[in-house]
T-cell receptor, first 112, second 112 residues
Framework: ETGVTQTPRHLVMGMTNKKSLKCEQH?????MYWYKQSAKKPLELMFV???????ENNSVPSRFSPECPNSSHLFLHLHTLQPEDSALYLC???????????FGSGTRLTVV | QKEVEQNSGPLSVPEGAIASLNCTYS??????FFWYRQYSGKSPELIMF????GDKEDGRFTAQLNKASQYVSLLIRDSQPSDSATYLC????????????FGQGTTLQVKP
């Protein structure tokens, strides 16, 4: 596979469930990002990992927990989410942001 | 003042016309500039990037950068209905933030 792969593509979960989103990049990039995109809103940066270290956490609620076990994989662990957390969650990677990001196809999350 | 500003639109143009999308940014030391296209329900796709003042052409797309005016634009010639999408402007700033700053996006509608 090439590029940035996200799974699952769609996820419906109850407010008491625990689930994880997965992102894998095959580009040899050293930085990975989680973004949230709600309907008719701009992209919201959630987390930035550079060389597997979290370098930014944009005041994201603790019900979202990122994990970056190596430079190719990024997870977003979800628990006790709220309906307002329903959104498109996008993963991206870069070698250097100076050259732009490559986005994954996203996970459409619905919290019921 | 937002760091990257775009008119949310929608911008409506007839098929075959030139669509002009504009973006202003606040960080005078910004180094690189990107245009992403995002179809409804899909992830952003990089279509153009520009680093130097002036124009950069790629097929029907031209990116224009004016650092003195802190302004970047995207021109789409011979617009097609398939160009209908939201166009996101992104900027890599002068600080060592390691991230892109995105505008809210402009929705383009090309009418047959």
């Amino acid at each position: 596979e090439t590029g940035v792969t996200q799974t699952p593509r769609h996820l419906v979960m109850g407010m008491t469930n625990k689930k994880s989103l997965k992102c894998e990049q095959h580009l040899g990039h050293n930085a990975m990002y989680w973004y949230k995109q709600s309907a008719k809103k701009p992209l919201e940066l959630m987390f930035v990992y550079s060389l597997e270290e979290r370098v930014e956490n944009n005041s994201v609620p603790s019900r979202f927990s990122p994990e970056c076990p190596n430079s190719s994989h990024l997870f977003l662990h979800l628990h006790t989410l709220q309906p307002e957390d329903s959104a498109l969650y996008l993963c991206a990677s870069s070698q250097t942001a100076l050259r732009g990001y490559t986005f994954g196809s996203g996970t459409r999350l619905t919290v019921v | 003042q937002k760091e990257v500003e775009q008119n949310s639109g929608p911008l409506s143009v007839p098929e075959g016309a030139i669509a002009s999308l504009n973006c202003t940014y606040s960080d005078r030391g910004s180094q690189s500039f990107f245009w992403y296209r995002q179809y409804s329900g899909k992830s952003p796709e990089l279509i153009m990037f520009i680093y130097s003042n002036g124009d950069k052409e790629d097929g029907r797309f031209t990116a224009q950068l004016n650092k003195a005016s802190q302004y970047v634009s995207l021109l789409i010639r011979d617009s097609q209905p398939s160009d209908s999408a939201t166009y996101l402007c992104a900027v890599f700033g002068s600080g060592n933030t390691g991230k892109l700053i995105f505008g809210q996006g402009t929705t383009l509608q090309v009418k047959p």
